[in-house]
């Protein structure tokens, strides 16, 4: 059986992956990325931001949300959306000009209403803000911080609730925050805030971008994921991938599959913790090697499509269930 079947017997509402535009021409990729049974959920990588949405202000274009939303559509395949607002991968001609507050606002409110409706009740949730944080707790210096203030999370909330779906759930995503520190301590506190002013948030997602041997443990992860839930909020571990040093190697492979299966296991075994998502499966189109030069090997699946050591133990960790 395929992880997303052994998932759900272990109690998870979907286990899945992101999927980039770039390899929709690769057959083989796809026939995997959209088996049901292996990714019972899927999240585009890249197709739902901001820069290929609305490239030009108010031209919404959605061939790449689309090209990944419908597919999974098809294949009975739930949909996680990402992300409406984030500091990268904007359009130029929003990070070109210096916006007053009101005008700022506006974009993004017009932003979130259309592409809100466009994916309507298409989206189990949405990433409605994305890493708004500083390691430190501190929020991080953007144009929404610099240009509206700190009430931006807020607003962003709000218009998104305004304009999805009843069902969809509204998610606070970050990375860096699967361990009790002061960053997840910082969003935590963002959680209870909102729930006290009855601002709308239903969850909190731990991107989960892990280094082979210095991953969080089981027991931290769910320490993390304990800060959230405590709150009344649903939790999900949504960016899941454990990059290696390369050259890699078999010791370095099954210690990968630890931290892989660490990490999906505290969120089995978290109350409210709803489901894993690997940022993407397949090593080729991981977006480490780009970003962090020397490493790689990331992925539960090797450029062949042969199966890590970290497929197998985490498989049989669901399988046990
Ligand atoms: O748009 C161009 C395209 O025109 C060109 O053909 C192509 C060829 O290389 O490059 C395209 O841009 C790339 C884009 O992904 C789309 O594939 C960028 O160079 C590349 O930097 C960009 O990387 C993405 C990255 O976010 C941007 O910061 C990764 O694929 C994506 O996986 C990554 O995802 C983020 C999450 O959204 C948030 N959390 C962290 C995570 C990893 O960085």
Known sequence: PGLDVLAKKAGLLYFGTAIDNVVLDNKQYISIAHNRSEFGQVTPSNGQKWMY?????NVFNYTMGDEIVKPAIKAGQMRRCHTFLWHNQLP??????NWTKTELVGILENHIKNEARHYYDECYAWDVVNEAYNDDGTL?????????GKEYIELAFKFARKYTSPRTRLYYNDY???TVNNKSTAVAALVKDFKKRHIPIDGVGLQAHFVTGSAPSYDQIS????LFTKLG???AITELDVRTQLPDSAEKMAQQATDYTNAVKACVDGDDCVGVTVWDFWDPVSWVPETFPGQGNADLLDANFTRKPAYYKVSDM????
Do not use: F, H, M
Request: no cysteine; aromatic share 8%.
């Open 176 to 178: 860096n925050i699967e």
């Open 223 to 226: 320490a993390a994921l304990k």
């Open 92 to 97: 130029e001609w929003l990070t070109s000009q």
């Open 140 to 148: 991080r210096s953007d144009i929404w911080l610099d240009t509206i």
């Open 318 to 321: 669901l399988g046990s269930y």
């Open 53 to 57: 949405i609305e490239p030009q202000r």
């Open 233 to 235: 909020v649903e939790t």
